[in-house]
């Protein structure tokens, strides 16, 4: 202890406001716009630290609040992280780790929680099929960002979540970051007329392109509606649901502006999904129709192709109409004839390696050699550098074979098992709300997933394991109450 009384860490504050003002300041000497954003990120690096040792409960929303303001930038070796989300998510692995390490205070009943369980053997799975893959070092570092996002995501979340509105808090915290990538993105769109055709580039650098940007602020809605129209269970009033509504309905913009046809179905399809909850739907159910939907698919595959054909919408170009009917063309749009032959390329790549795959994070680099001729559109390139497989479950099975698209369609089961159970038998209403945002968020991805696939990055991966990490420690809460509550004994008269 100093001579003033004051122990040394009591005065970091000050130092570190002092730090980060001098380089704010030299940032804005240098006036180019990467130079400010970086200043300003070291600028907050010393308070994160500090944060992250003295005052963690407000390091994870802090983390939450960054990751839709993150942008890309290139670092050594030509790497691209997303700053300051990613180095951020780096140091919390590290503190994950060492804290499990030291004092291993994580419920055991979290852990061994069968969605646990299988995340657990997902990311196994992943490293056996890294180790055995096409590039080793690539895969390996897919995992490692795995591992951090289960880590931090969803282990630390679950320390986070005390109660309901404590999970609905990751919601809304995330869409009050989407704040300034939104009005940012729409003073860009203004200059276009707010055009389809710009709604691809509108979203950066805060989002890489409208597809991402809109499955993030689609994911997000449902929770912050519920929130709104149940309200007087979490004490929501006033101001505070003035600010609530607002941001709810600046997402909504957002959403509409972001022309991705993807983002629109998947509300639209969790809005369904709402109407079916109200009539108690249960999961064989779910099951049942979509294997009913598959095979009628597989027997009228002729009949349905026809009338594919038939479609000649095209996106970005006329109405709001043509735009949604666009989603079913075959024959002219360059999207969806793209997304069919990275479809191709995952089947073939899986007839070549159906079990182990072909590594993860490698399919960027190797569907280049299994595209047809027949398939190539003006999009289309024989290196094989434009991405991924545009599915979260073709991803799956092309890099860690068929076995890793079963564990994906398991973990997508049970989550819609265990939320749907929440939902019916709950006795507390506020847990009931929360489970309802976050599956209903979670359908949103699952129907995007089909489309594209994100979840390897910190923007969607905060949402979905974030949401995961709810309805788990959901279901935990409602076993507890209900092992609590003990039959009264028959009396003996």
Not at 293 to 320: C, H, M, P, W
Not at 338 to 344: P, S
Not at 371 to 399: P, V, Y
């Amino acid at each position: 202890m100093s001579k003033t009384g004051q122990r040394p860490y009591e005065i970091l504050p000050a130092a570190i406001l002092i730090f980060s003002s001098l380089a704010v300041g030299l940032s804005f000497v240098f006036r180019s716009p990467v130079s400010i954003y970086v200043g300003a990120s070291v600028a907050i690096v010393p308070a994160l630290f500090y944060m992250l040792f003295f005052k963690r409960e407000l390091f994870y929303p802090l983390l939450v609040f960054l990751v839709p303001l993150s942008v890309s930038l290139l670092i050594a070796g030509g790497t691209k992280a997303d700053v300051p989300a990613e180095p951020l998510l780096g140091i919390m692995m590290l503190g994950v780790v060492i804290s499990l390490m030291l004092n291993p205070s994580i419920d055991k009943k979290f852990l061994l929680h069968p969605v646990s369980i299988l995340l657990m053997i997902e990311l196994c799975w992943m490293i056996f099929c890294s180790i055995n893959g096409e590039l080793p070092v690539v895969s390996l570092k897919r995992c490692l960002v795995r591992f951090g996002f289960i880590a931090v995501f969803y282990v630390l979340f679950s320390k986070w979540m005390t109660s309901p509105l404590a999970a609905g808090r990751l919601f809304i915290i995330y869409a009050a970051g989407c704040i300034i990538p939104i009005i940012h993105g729409m003073i860009f769109h203004a200059r276009f007329n707010f055009s389809s055709i710009a709604a691809y580039l509108m979203p950066r650098p805060f989002f890489q392109e409208h597809t991402i940007y809109g499955a993030c602020l689609a994911f997000i809605l449902p929770m912050l509606i519920i929130l709104i129209f149940n309200s007087k269970d979490f004490n929501i009033r006033g101001w505070k649901l003035f600010l609530l509504s607002l941001l709810t309905l600046l997402i909504i913009a957002a959403e509409f502006l972001s022309f991705s046809r993807a983002a629109w179905l998947s509300l639209a399809v969790a809005f369904v999904f709402r109407l079916l909850i109200l009539i108690r739907i249960r999961l064989w159910m779910i099951f049942l129709f979509l294997s009913l939907v598959g095979i009628f698919a597989y027997q009228n595959s002729t009949l349905i192709l026809d009338t594919v054909k038939r479609n000649e919408a095209v996106s970005n170009k006329g109405g709001i109409s043509d735009h949604l009917m666009s989603v079913a063309n075959v024959q002219s749009d360059a999207s969806n004839l793209e997304r069919i032959n990275r479809w191709k390329c995952a089947i073939r790549m899986v007839k070549a390696k159906p079990i182990l795959g072909f590594g993860p994070g490698t399919y960027q680099f190797v569907y280049g050699r299994f595209q047809s001729r027949a398939d190539l559109t003006r999009i289309s390139t024989f290196r094989g550098t434009n991405g991924h497989a545009h599915s979260e479950f073709f991803n799956a099975i092309s890099e860690t074979g068929i076995p890793g698209g079963i564990i994906y369609l398991a973990l997508l089961f049970f989550v819609l098992g265990y939320g749907l159970r929440i939902i019916y038998n709950s006795k507390e209403r506020q847990e009931k709300i929360i489970a309802l945002g976050a599956l209903l968020g979670l359908v949103t991805f699952f129907v995007h997933g089909f489309f594209n696939a994100f979840l390897d990055t910190d923007k969607m991966a905060v949402l979905v394991f974030g949401s995961i990490a709810i309805i788990v420690c959901l279901d935990i809460r409602q076993r507890k109450t209900k092992n609590t509550i003990t039959p009264a004994k028959d009396s003996d008269g």
